[in-house]
């Protein structure tokens, strides 16, 4: 039973933090150098779409989220946990975001919607689609290597239970 405890807690810390490395991207892309196309974290642009402005939702929706895909990526690869795996995990959602999510937000398929029509200070404004894909791609990587790193040292074969 403290095995399935344990595991479960390393999965969800390991979601958790590459979920926070991956926001502390954004964050500085946002708010330190303003390379972020965008003025608001995707999912704070999406709740805002639902008509959600409180930010701290986005975050709890942020949070979740990595932390969810954390387990789907342990409980697909079980035993086999690897960076690659992960990062492959990171291409899928990365890939989800640009087909699915984007959309919803207002931002379009890739970042080529109608959002950088918006006044510049507007919550959903999007500057540049191929910044947008550029930038996204790489926290969605940055996301894979510490969930694939983390995942693969707490979880991997030498200490499954």
Sequence with gaps: MTCTIKRTFNIALSGFLASLVMFLFIYIGINVTGLAPFNVPPSQAFLYNLGVVESGYALLLHFCYGTFWAFVL??????????LK?????????????????????????????????????????????????????????????????SSRWLGRKNSH
């Design 74 to 83: 342990v409980y697909t690869f079980e035993d086999d946990l690897s960076i």
């Design 86 to 150: 992960a990062e492959v995990l990171a291409i899928v959602l990365w890939l989800f975001m640009m087909f699915v999510y984007s959309p919803l937000i207002g931002w379009g398929f890739f970042g080529f919607g109608y959002a950088n029509n918006l006044p510049t200070d507007h919550p959903l404004y999007l500057d540049s689609a191929l910044l947008y894909i550029t930038i996204t791609l790489l926290v969605h990587l940055v996301y894979g290597w510490v969930l694939g790193y983390l």
